[in-house]
């Protein structure tokens, strides 16, 4: 069974700051993994996504992960965080569910950016 | 280039009312369609997917239904709204064989 798990549900940087949040997942089966961010009251949208191409994956708004499988993670980074990128982080593993194609989600974390 | 819609935006419905929500994909054929919901301070819960027309699985017994009519129509309903059903329910979809999901703007439902 898939599963992910995102540390820390709230982060708070300084603006300007590096931007690091984790996550760890567990899969069966080579994963696929993605980041979404998503704003108040909006839906979820794909900040970027591994497939098994790159471990470095480089996504928009300046983010990029590493796709690290010794350790299970699939970290998200930004080298200096803006006012924007305040939102929530979710995290998702693929390969719940054969023939669905469904994601299993983290629980999120909250990224509060600082002035 | 796809587009997703969902409506109504908001909705604010009495307990044991019922409830139809919608969500349309555009510009593309023959997509997995998911239904989620957030709960407040809670992750994202899979209520139902579809593969294809007229096939819904459902993953969490509850008070709700889903139907998928149409190959690019997904609609969540319920006969009777419990107050434990508010949330903002987001629709996504994925190509046939992707796992990229991509989502729709979401609807709040407030249950008073």
């Known amino acids: 069974a898939q599963s992910v798990t995102q540390l820390g549900s709230h982060v708070s940087v300084s603006e300007g700051a590096l931007v690091l949040l984790r996550c760890n997942y567990s899969s069966s089966v080579p994963p696929y993994l993605f980041w979404y961010v998503q704003y108040p009251n909006q839906g979820l949208q794909l900040l970027l996504k591994?497939?098994?191409?790159?471990?470095l994956v480089k996504g928009i708004n300046g983010f990029e992960a590493e796709f690290k499988k010794s350790e299970t993670s699939f970290h998200l980074t930004k080298p200096s965080a803006h006012m924007s990128d305040a939102a929530e982080y979710f995290c998702?593993?693929?390969?719940?569910?054969?023939?669905?194609?469904?994601?299993?989600f983290g629980k999120g974390t909250k990224l509060s950016v600082i002035p | 280039s796809q587009t997703i819609h969902q409506w109504p935006a908001t909705l604010v419905q009495p307990v044991g009312s019922p409830l139809s929500l919608e969500c349309t994909v555009e510009g593309t054929s023959n997509p997995n369609l998911y239904w989620y919901r957030q709960a407040a301070g809670r992750g994202l819960q899979l209520l139902f997917y579809s593969v294809g027309i007229g096939q819904i699985s459902s993953e969490v017994p509850q008070n709700l239904s889903a139907s998928r009519p149409q190959d690019r129509q997904f609609i969540l309903s319920s006969k009777k709204l419990l107050l434990s059903d508010s949330g903002f329910y987001l629709c996504?979809?994925?190509?046939?064989?992707?796992?990229?999901?991509?989502f729709g703007p979401g609807t709040r439902l407030t249950v008073t």
């Open positions: 998702a593993v693929s390969g719940a569910g054969a023939g669905s194609y469904q994601l299993t």
């Open positions: 996504a979809w994925t190509g046939p064989d992707s796992y990229e999901q991509y």
């Open positions: 591994y497939t098994s191409a790159a471990t």
